[in-house]
């Protein structure tokens, strides 16, 4: 029984759930997140829906809905989050959508949605939005990769009429083998998700089904004894998990902070698609209930063994016991295991992915000592316009870490590739010189990359991390050039700075000297 009086969240995913959604779905009025996802319901979806007022998360994916999307979701002012995809749903995309105000997330993947899409709010938003799974949706803005839409012939005389025939027919025909391509890889991918009981509810393709009660499992109820970091927006533990067959990182999501949600957002939407050795990897997602009914939303990693480089590097005691320093060698190799993750993100991948957070304590280490770059809670994906028009995703005002965000940032500038390079080279100049860039010594006008550009190249080794291990004799040159490359990339200004695709270059050149 379904009563208006109900408040706050209802949540009936995951269950054997069959038949029509009641139209009196509409008298929950006070409900902001109603969750109905993973189960067997079909017919169409009530166009009542839309009187639930004080909706802002309305999750239906996995179900079996059909007939069209209700051009009443439209009067959902305070939508900020909806997914209907893995449904059957049919038609046009209602016009209505792009006038939602707060609508920051639109999965519509996996449907048989055909028409025009529209380009305003979110559907200008190509990260925070997925049409995958409808090929006979067209046009869209152009990050979307949709092919054109047909255009209406005009009534100009029969000779303009078979002319606009001719090219219409020869498009037809292309696109008709376009579309039949879509439909098969499509279906393919479908069938594939179908056919394993694995799949996951949630913004990514990922495989693995993770329930609540595993990681409750696979971390001892959470103990303390298996944390192994925190942050703003999380605690990381660590646990084995039977279904990945591997020991994972768990990483659980502060639901009451501010932005939570938006950050693991922006984490699913890089992590999903990005694939670099010296990356995290993104394995699950979990999102449930936990045992006393509140919400609940984690990602599963693959472990890193060897813990941060910030670990490495200064010793902190609030995660792992180092148990020997990091030689010359083996620092370069980190350095150049991050520049070649951000090379990737910035020049090589689809679209450009900027980090917004690089420190020591985002290089994540595994058992073999390779570098993985990981946290991305504050990625941001740039247009591809070469115009002034940036997407939503690319915010104002990113706010990063003390001492490694660029000082354009405290002006309010956009997120940019060269915001990253400063960051890295600030990694680079603590990496060797074991100094933080927050250290007390830094003030008035002394910075990190003012104490070391002022120390090259006769005072290096008044600079040089006590730690290191490294042959003063070989090695000092090769340290130099490094120095050299971190001051490169930490320059105040912008256009200054080395490019990462060469910063990559020089680091490689560096260490193949080492070995002639």
Not at 441 to 458: A, E, I, Q, W
């Amino acid at each position: 029984m379904l009563l208006p009086s109900l408040s706050i969240l209802l949540s009936l995913a995951h269950n054997s759930l069959s038949g029509n959604l009641p139209s009196q779905v509409g008298k929950l009025i006070n409900v902001y997140n109603l969750d109905v996802s993973e189960n067997k319901l079909s017919g169409e979806i009530p166009t009542a829906i839309g009187d639930c007022s004080a909706l802002a998360y309305l999750y239906m994916q996995g179900n079996s809905f059909q007939g069209a999307i209700p051009s009443s979701l439209a009067s959902l002012g305070g939508l900020q989050h909806l997914d209907l995809s893995r449904n059957n749903l049919t038609g046009e995309i209602p016009k209505g959508l792009q006038t939602l105000p707060f609508l920051q997330y639109l999965n519509l993947s996996f449907n048989d949605l055909q028409g025009e899409v529209p380009t305003g709010r979110v559907f200008g938003n190509a990260s925070a939005l997925s049409l995958i799974g409808n090929p006979n949706l067209c046009g869209g803005i152009p990050q979307l990769l949709l092919p054109k839409c047909p255009s209406k012939p005009t009534k100009k005389g029969k000779s303009d009429a078979l002319k606009i025939a001719i090219i219409v027919s020869s498009t037809c025909v292309l696109l008709g083998v376009l579309l039949l391509l879509a439909v098969f890889l499509a279906y393919r991918r479908r069938k594939s998700r179908s056919s394993s009981s694995s799949a996951t509810p949630s913004p990514m393709d990922l495989h693995v089904k993770v329930s609540y009660q595993d990681l409750h499992n696979a971390t001892s109820g959470f103990s303390s004894e298996y944390l192994i970091g925190s942050g703003g927006f999380g605690y990381v533990y660590k646990g084995y998990l039977n279904q990945i067959g591997r020991q994972v990182a768990i990483k659980v999501l502060k639901l009451h902070q501010k932005d939570a949600f938006k950050t693991l957002m922006a984490e699913c939407s890089v992590l999903k698609n990005v694939r670099h050795r010296n990356l995290v990897k993104l394995l699950s997602y979990c999102s449930s209930m936990d045992y006393k009914r509140n919400e609940f939303k984690a990602l599963i990693f693959e472990f890193m063994e060897n813990g941060s480089l910030d670990g490495w590097l200064h010793h902190d005691n609030d995660s792992h016991n180092q148990p020997r320093n990091l030689n010359f060698l083996e620092r370069l190799n980190i350095a150049i295991d991050v520049a070649s993750a951000l090379h990737y993100l910035h020049d090589l991948y689809e679209r450009s992915i900027i980090h917004c957070d690089l420190k020591p304590s985002n290089v994540l280490l595994d058992k073999n000592m390779v570098a993985h770059v990981s946290d991305f809670g504050l990625a941001k994906f740039l247009s591809i316009t070469n115009d002034e028009s940036w997407s939503q995703s690319s915010t104002i005002g990113i706010k990063g870490t003390i001492g490694y965000s660029p000082p354009e940032s405290a002006m309010g500038t956009r997120a940019s590739k060269e915001g990253d390079v400063y960051s890295y080279g600030i990694l680079v100049l603590e990496m060797f010189s074991g100094k933080r860039p927050t250290d007390l010594m830094f003030k008035d006008n002394l910075n990190l990359h003012n104490f070391v550009r002022n120390s090259l190249p006769n005072k290096v080794d008044q600079i040089v991390d006590e730690t290191l291990i490294f042959n003063e004799m070989e090695e000092t040159p090769a340290l130099i050039s490094v120095f050299e490359v971190g001051i490169a990339c930490s320059r105040e200004s912008p256009q200054e700075r080395m490019k990462m695709e060469d910063t990559v270059k020089q680091l490689d050149s560096i260490r193949s000297g080492l070995h002639k």
